[in-house]
């Protein structure tokens, strides 16, 4: 071959080479550890309205959530008045009389992320405007108002997962030119395995399960989706998770107590506090994203102690971004386990069960040889040095400890 060739042919392939590494790191910048905020569809459904989120907004920041790492503000479905003239969709203006544009500078001027909703059919699960079609088009749109997060669902378009997997590309694909960062999530509720192929389709995020309700789990055939039913999908996936790209067991419902929205529908009784730091333990031992989704503005001190525990976050954003393995699993135990970063584990304990029980364990029964620094992650102190635990468990808690070895 000619040397000018060769030259050429090099020069190339070095170049498509380093634009495709910089497209994969570019990617992975956007959700490095699992997105956190706070969501509008459990407690406002579709009646959203401007004034509501920018409380939400001030709350987050008033109540030290940024501080503890929620950032994003997620508006979810309702939002959308249709499209203008020139087929630019636009917002329901009676809902945000000042327009997206000026809320996402209303919601960066406190330091936040603001995240919209869209869904890959002609209209959304709530029946407001979709994006097929206008993929680019609402890409564009998003990213002139500032827009940093895109939640994508999937009401109204084929069951197949071919099709699935064609439009969400699509959608990542015209973020991805839109001129701006704009993270994506994929919510297809699980359904057709997108563990297997959102992160290729340009997903930082994608849902493993139905919609969450305010309860503990499923206890009739009304097929609404509990805490423990989408933990128990979720801890069979944990090899799909990893830094940039994550499983997302849907919003937290932590201090809702069953009082308003869609998450109070097919049985979402509410839960009890008890229940609530289950919730939060396991969706940050999971490194799942945190979307609080109840009132910022009216919390208790419950709600506060379980939303602000930064140690127990620390998990959930742990930088080796590994979700959590389930090494017991019975009717009435699961214990998980997590490396971390800077070499601790962490280990959860859940009493499945109706009633409080002792529960004991040797570390090595984990695989975990040695001694330990046992730090209680939600008692905030260190509860021994030892090779084992044994305590009482309350009935539905779920125990959280750091490991730190001390000993060989
Ligand atoms: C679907 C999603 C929910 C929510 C609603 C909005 O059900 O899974 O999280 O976004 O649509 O209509």
Redesign the pocket.
């Known amino acids: 071959m000619d040397r000018k060739l060769i030259l050429a042919l090099v020069f190339f392939l070095n170049f498509i080479f380093i634009t495709a590494q910089q497209e994969s790191s570019n990617v992975n910048t956007l959700a490095d550890t699992p997105p956190m905020g706070w969501m509008s ?1 459990n407690y406002f459904g ?1 009646n959203l309205q401007e004034k509501d989120i920018q409380e939400m907004a001030d709350a987050m920041v008033k109540s030290g959530l940024s501080d503890a790492g929620f950032q994003y503000i997620f508006i ?2 309702g939002w959308q008045g249709g499209r203008d003239s020139k087929n630019n969709i636009i917002p329901d203006l009676k809902k945000f009389p000042s327009g997206i544009k000026a809320l996402s500078e209303y919601v960066h001027a406190r330091g936040l992320k603001l995240g919209i ?1 869209s869904d890959a059919a002609p209209l ?3 029946g407001y405007t979709g994006s097929l079609n206008f993929e680019e088009q609402d890409a564009k749109t998003f990213a002139s108002w500032g827009i940093d997060y895109l ?1 994508y ?1 999937y ?1 109204g378009a084929p069951a197949d997962s071919a099709t699935a997997k064609i439009r969400y590309k699509k959608m990542s694909e015209a973020l991805r030119h839109s001129g701006r960062d704009i993270a994506f999530g994929i ?1 297809e ?1 699980g359904q057709r395995q997108p563990w297997k192929w959102a992160a290729a389709a340009g997903g930082q995020v994608w ?1 493993t399960s139905g ?1 969450i309700r305010d309860k503990w789990k499923n206890l009739t055939s009304d097929s609404g989706y509990g805490m423990l039913d989408i933990l128990d999908v979720n801890a069979g996936l944990p090899d799909y998770a990893g830094k940039g790209h994550w499983n997302d067991m ?1 919003m937290l419902v932590v201090g809702l107590y069953g009082k308003k929205g869609p998450s109070s529908d097919l049985g979402g009784i509410g839960c009890t506090d008890i229940e609530y730091q289950t919730q939060m333990s396991l969706w940050c031992m999971m490194a799942s994203p945190l979307a609080a989704s109840n009132d910022l503005r009216n919390m208790n001190d419950a709600t506060k102690r379980i939303l602000l525990n930064k140690e127990i976050i620390a998990l959930d954003q742990d930088k080796l971004g590994r979700q959590c393995e389930k090494k017991i699993n019975t009717k009435t135990w699961n214990v998980f386990t997590k490396q971390l970063a800077n070499g601790d584990y962490a280990l959860a304990i859940l009493n499945r069960e109706d009633k409080a029980l002792d529960f004991h364990i040797l570390f090595s029964e984990l695989g975990l040889s040695g001694k330990y620094e046992i730090r209680d992650l939600w008692a905030h102190k260190v509860a021994g040095k030892d090779t084992k635990w044994k305590g009482r468990i309350q009935s539905h808690e779920t125990k959280v400890f750091r490991l730190r070895k001390i000993d060989r």
């Open positions: 569809w579709d979810d479905d909703y959304t699960c709530a939640k669902d009401c919510c509720w849902r919609d849907d």
